[in-house]
């Protein structure tokens, strides 16, 4: 393959630039008509500054699916659940719902299978339910995702933990409890 290498290019026939391979170099910034992919891992592009630093340095990024799950004696049916990583933070958003309990008289509700372990810090990531199937939770329940963890509970601003009865979940339909949400987690560098 072969390889140019300058220090400087300067325009000086027209405003159109200089075109190499897809790529258009002139005053002020260059266009790509095509994407960046680098030669080796754990490369990436170092955003809003003129020279390389450590923390302006955008190196990983990551979206696919996750498997939620649940705490023993739960039955759980997934409709969908997608994650979006990028450097440090988790973007999670799910739908699932809860169909089963066990036989105690009440569970806490939890769900697992995060795609990657939280910070170990006294750091909770959070998050929003946007809807829990008409279960009757203090209007300020949401995920918590706990240090260390791929697990994420639900807690009440009340600061007790979101359980659920078998009185509630037998007076729900057959398709369970429904539980729509999304959380916002840090994962280690």
Do not use: C
């Not at 997608?82 to 806490?108: A, E, M, P």
């Not at 918590?144 to 791929?150: A, I, Q, R, Y």
Request: charge should be negative.
């Amino acid at each position: 393959m072969s390889e140019i290498r300058v220090d400087t290019i300067t325009e000086k026939t027209s405003a159109n630039g200089v075109a190499i391979d897809s790529v258009t170099l002139k005053d002020g910034g260059a266009t790509l008509t095509d994407n960046i992919t680098f030669s080796a891992s754990g490369k990436g592009v170092h955003l809003g500054v003129t020279t390389a630093t450590a923390s302006n340095l955008l190196d990983d990024y990551e979206e696919g699916s996750w498997t939620p799950t649940t705490n023993t004696g739960q039955g759980l049916t997934v409709s969908g659940a997608k994650y979006t990583k990028i450097g440090q933070l988790v973007f999670l958003n799910f739908y699932v719902s809860l169909s089963t309990i066990s036989s105690t008289s009440t569970d806490r509700l939890e769900i697992g299978g995060l795609p990657f372990t939280s910070n170990n810090q006294a750091i909770y990531g959070m998050g929003v339910i946007s809807y829990m199937g008409g279960v009757n939770f203090n209007d300020q329940t949401g995920p918590l995702v706990s240090p260390n963890s791929t697990d994420m509970y639900f807690h009440q601003n009340d600061g007790t933990t979101a359980t659920i009865t078998i009185n509630e979940m037998n007076s729900r339909s057959s398709g369970g409890v429904p539980v729509l949400g999304g959380v916002v987690y840090q994962v280690p560098a």
